[in-house]
C-alpha cells in the first residue's frame, strides 16, 4: 500500500467514526452523551477536512499509483 | 330469595368492596404495618366473613361496622401525613442504639433488644464487628439501619475520582415477542429502528423473549431459543477502536514522513483525535 492508499483510508475511517458519533447523538437519552458525541464529532470534521486535503496533496505527489 | 343466592351475592358484593377499600387505604409495604394496621385488617376480614356467611345477619350493619373500620384509620392515616406529631404518636420514633461508635445501653433496653438480638440484627446486614459501626438506629418496624465507619463503607466511583457517565432507565421494548410502544416513545426512538436493530443480529421478533434499550439506543435481546447466541451491542466499544486506531495511525504517518509540513499536519490531526477520544472515552465504555 502506498502512502496516498494508507492515508486515504485513514480519511475515510474519521469520516465514518463521525457519522456514527452523530448518529448515537441524535439516538441518545441524556443531553451530556449529545453534547459530547457532537463536539467530538466536530472535532472529526475539522481532522476530515485537513486530511482531504493532504490525500489530494499525495494524489499529486504519486501520480505514478493513480 | 334463596339462601345460596343471599350468600352468592353477598360475596360477589363484599369481594368487590374489600379490594376497593384496601386499594384505598394505600400502598405500604406489608413489612411496614403497625400493629393497628393488622388488627385494621383482621377486623375488616372478620366483619366481611361474617356478613357474608350468616344470613339472618343484617347486610347494611356490616356495611355501617365495614364503614367505621376503614374510614377512622384513613383518616389517623391522613393526618399521619399532615402533621409530624400524630406521626409520631402513630408510628413511633426511631431509637438510636450505636453512636459514634459506641453502643447506647440504655436505649437499647428500652425498645427491648438484648445484646444478642443486637448483634443478630448488624448480622443480617453482615456486619460481625461492632467496632465496624459508627451509628445505628431501631426504626419503628423494629428494623435496625446501620450506618458503616467510613473506612467500612464500601468504595464508591466518587471515592476513587472516576468519572462516569450519567445513564437513565433502560427500557423493555419487546415483551414476549411482542414489541412495546410505549417505552419506544420514551427513547425517541420508532419500530423501524427496531427492526433494523433486530435485522442487524439476524433475528426475527417473533422469537425474542425480552429486548431492552438503554438510554444511548443499545439494544439487547434474549431469544426463546437458548441455544442461540445473540452478539452484545458492539457499536459503541468498536467505535472507540476505530478512533483510536485513527489515532495511532496518524502519529505513525507523523513519524514516517519526511516532508516537515505533513509531519506537522499529521501530528495536528492525532493531537485533535486524542482530543475527541478524550471527550466520549467515558461514554463509550
Known sequence: MTVGANVKGCYFTIKQAG???EQLAVKTNTDEAREAFL??????SEVAVDLEKQVLFLAKEEPQYK | MADWLNILLRSIALVFMLFILTKWLGKKHLSQLSIFD???????????AIITLDVNANFYHGLIAMFVWFIIPFAIEYLALKSKIVRNLIQGKST???QDGKIMEDNLKKEGFS???LLQHLRAD?????ADVEFAVIEPTGRLSILLKRENQPVTAKDLQLQLAPKKEPQTVIMDGKMLLEPLANLNLNPAWLETELDKLNVTIENVFLAQADSDGQLTVDLYDDKLSVPSPTEKPLLLATLKKCHADLQSFALATENEQS???YEKN??????AINIVDIYLN
Request: proline share 0%.
Open chain 2, 263 to 265: 509531519k506537522q499536519l
Open chain 2, 115 to 117: 445484646t444478642d438480638d
Open chain 2, 38 to 48: 393488622y388488627i385494621n385488617g383482621f377486623v375488616l376480614g372478620g366483619i366481611v
Open chain 2, 96 to 98: 438510636v442504639v450505636i
Open chain 2, 270 to 275: 492525532s493531537d485533535k483525535v486524542q482530543q
Open chain 1, 39 to 44: 463536539k467530538a464529532q466536530e472535532i472529526l
Open chain 2, 126 to 130: 453482615s456486619v460481625f464487628q461492632v
Open chain 1, 19 to 21: 457519522a456514527i458519533l
